[in-house]
């Protein structure tokens, strides 16, 4: 059984979650609007450097809804604060016996909007992120 999320962490504003069938650009689009109207500031999207992520469409997407794409580099998914959501999440759905997809995307997106709204994710991003921003200055 598979659920395919998106997923937007805010570590000022509202976090998100949404589900779709395959994840093309358009989807990638269609988030990304979803983002917007739950955040009236312009909000700053970290990614990976999936295809749909750099597709030309997401990109005018995110410049027309005045959303900053910040790419991480290759192989990097310490660097993206949502991951450490992500690992948590996945120790609950394990803990659960799941009958259908309908009941496996409730459990994700409780689980997950319930850890978004923990600051304690985005503190531990900055600790490593700074700890990686200083072994990089003095190599």
Same mark, same amino acid.
């Given at each position: ?5 998106? %997923?937007?962490? %805010? ?12 994840? @093309? ?11 917007? =109207?739950?955040?009236?500031?312009? /909000? ?6 999936? @295809? ?12 027309? *809804? ?6 991480? +580099? /290759? &192989?990097? +998914?310490?660097?993206? +604060? ?8 996945? $120790?609950?759905? *394990?803990? =659960? #016996?799941? =009958?259908?997809?309908?009941? *496996?995307?409730?459990?994700? @997106?409780?689980? &997950?909007?319930? *850890? %978004?709204?923990? $600051?304690?994710? %985005?503190?531990?991003?900055? $600790?490593? #992120? ?10």
């Amino acid at each position: 059984m598979k659920a395919n999320a998106n %997923a937007f962490y %805010a570590i000022n504003g509202n976090s998100v979650i949404d589900f779709k069938e395959s994840s @093309k650009a358009k989807d990638v689009c269609e988030f990304l609007g979803r983002i917007k =109207e739950e955040n009236e500031y312009d /909000p700053i999207v970290v990614l990976d450097n999936s @295809k749909t992520h750099h597709a030309d469409i997401t990109i005018k997407k995110a410049k027309q *809804l005045d959303i900053t794409l910040v790419f991480l +580099p /290759p &192989y990097s +998914p310490d660097l993206n +604060p949502i991951e450490f959501i992500w690992k948590s999440v996945r $120790k609950e759905i *394990l803990k =659960e #016996f799941i =009958e259908s997809v309908t009941q *496996l995307r409730d459990l994700i @997106k409780n689980e &997950y909007m319930k *850890l %978004a709204k923990s $600051k304690s994710f %985005a503190n531990n991003w900055m $600790k490593i #992120f700074d700890e990686q921003i200083k072994s990089v200055m003095n190599s």
